[in-house]
């Protein structure tokens, strides 16, 4: 087998072995050019393409040496003639790009994602083969990006903070302009805890956008900036202390987890004959999932409520709110 990893320094491996021993870089990039090119290519194509600036008779020379080394180095997949070069197709081959375009699972495409398609590997001369590896480095740039996106958002969905916190600045590092993923970043710290980092985030955000386009961020980003200020300084919660241990209620409990977790879901409500622990159930679910809210979580005891006209400032008291004016 023959083994490509080309996003991020390129590694080479031949039947298990790291192969090193490249007489140039071009030669190197020769090879992981056959090898994403799966088709007979014309030395005179090839010469061209990577010693255009030169004579035609120094490009060839220069490609037959090229050939000579992979050559030596791979006998049993390069196949050349007298006007021609290619792999052979029918010899195993895997390279990290074709996973990253093919695979249909994102968390594999973010694993093999070590940096930009031939980071670090220098060519002079060759315009054309320039703008070849330029083209293929921004797809698989734009390609990383919607992965990480769509984790990021996943992550978001089922309350996974370290995952969404990972991803987000994994995607930041190649993107620092993403103003989506700055957001994502912020609600993540913010519901760990962490306020402090998530407004240092924010900062960073604006001076990003205004260093690099001169632009203040989206409202979306000033509104998530202005509710962590507030949250920061709340309470997380009021809820009571639990009198016993809770135990069980496991497959209820991951219910509500997932119900939370959709975008469109605004109210729930625990439904079954009185003494069964709803009461018990929504309170210790609330005090788990608490830093799953912004503003944290809000217990409002109606058992002292006895006429409907009471219900509005129940709650407006358990959320430290005053009810001033005639609206």
Not at 201 to 211: A, F, G, I
Not at 253 to 275: V, Y
Not at 288 to 303: D, I, K, T
Request: with cysteine.
């Amino acid at each position: 087998m023959l083994e490509l990893r080309l996003l991020g320094y390129p590694e080479v491996t031949y039947k298990g072995e790291l192969v090193t021993e490249f007489i140039s870089n071009k030669a190197l990039v020769l090879l992981c050019y056959l090898a994403l090119q799966r088709q007979i290519h014309t030395r005179e194509k090839l010469a061209g393409l990577f010693w255009g600036e030169m004579t035609s008779q120094r490009a060839k020379a220069n490609l037959r040496q090229a050939l000579h080394n992979l050559g030596k180095l791979f006998p049993d997949t390069l196949k050349t003639t007298r006007q021609t070069a290619t792999l052979d197709i029918n010899f195993t081959l895997k390279t990290d790009i074709d996973t990253l375009f093919n695979a249909d699972d994102d968390a594999t495409c973010a694993t093999i994602y070590r940096g930009a398609f031939l980071e670090g590997v220098n060519i002079d001369d060759a315009p054309e083969l320039d703008d070849w590896i330029r083209s293929l480095r921004e797809r698989c740039r734009l390609t990383i990006i919607d992965v990480l996106g769509r984790l990021s958002v996943s992550a978001l969905r089922t309350q996974m903070w370290d995952t969404v916190v990972e991803n987000a600045r994994r995607l930041l590092e190649i993107e620092p302009l993403h103003e989506a993923s700055h957001r994502r970043l912020m609600l993540a710290l913010a519901r760990q805890g962490d306020y402090d980092a998530a407004l240092r985030q924010y900062r960073t955000c604006v001076n990003s956008l205004d260093m690099e386009l001169d632009v203040e961020p989206m409202p979306e980003t000033i509104t998530l900036y202005e509710r962590i200020v507030a949250a920061r300084n709340t309470p997380r919660h009021n809820l009571p202390d639990e009198p016993v241990t809770f135990i069980g209620r496991e497959d209820a409990l991951c219910t509500l987890r997932a119900w939370i977790g959709e975008t469109d879901s605004r109210l729930m409500t625990i439904l079954g004959p009185g003494g069964v622990g709803k009461s018990r159930l929504a309170r210790h679910f609330a005090l788990q999932n608490r830093q799953n809210f912004l503003n944290g979580v809000r217990y409002v005891p109606l058992a002292p409520v006895t006429r409907a006209d009471l219900f509005i400032p129940a709650v407006a008291q358990a959320m430290g709110l005053s009810l001033t004016g005639s609206g």
